[in-house]
Nanobody, 125 residues
Framework: EEQLVESGGGLVQAGESLRLSCVAS????????IGWYRQAPGKKIEAVSY????????YYADSVKGRFTISSDNAKNTAYLQMNNLKPEDSATYYC??????????????????WGKGTLVTVSS
């Protein structure tokens, strides 16, 4: 069974950093795109960042460019989202998702194959 498990969320103050992790099981990262999404209470889910496990191509939403960095370790089947200079508006539940054969030309996308259950990030002002 394919699973994604996020961790690393928590409560931080504005300006601080967090690193989220996403561990996959039941499949390998090969040929997959890994994405991070977030959803704040009462708001639509938002695509935050993507990475291609094949060539390392990345995507960032404008709201996080220059502050967030996505990476992956295919050997560990783990993806990361380094979040620096966090702002209160970054507060949300962050979800990891994976899709097979989803090229960068189709990013951002809601057509992901697997989703994690999320990890909560709260940034206080």
């Amino acid at each position: 069974e394919e699973q994604l498990v996020e961790s690393g969320g928590g409560l931080v103050q504005a300006g601080e950093s967090l690193r989220l992790s996403c561990v996959a099981s039941g499949f390998t990262f090969d040929d997959h795109t890994i994405g991070w999404y977030r959803q704040a209470p009462g708001k639509k889910i938002e695509a935050v960042s993507y990475i291609s496990s094949d060539d390392g191509s990345t995507y960032y939403a404008d709201s996080v460019k220059g502050r967030f960095t996505i990476s992956s370790d295919n050997a560990k089947n783990t993806a990361y989202l380094q979040m620096n200079n966090l702002k209160p508006e970054d507060s949300a539940t962050y979800y990891c998702a994976a899709a097979i054969f989803l090229p960068p030309s189709k990013w951002p996308s809601d057509g992901m194959d697997y989703w994690g259950k999320g990890t909560l990030v709260t940034v206080s002002s």
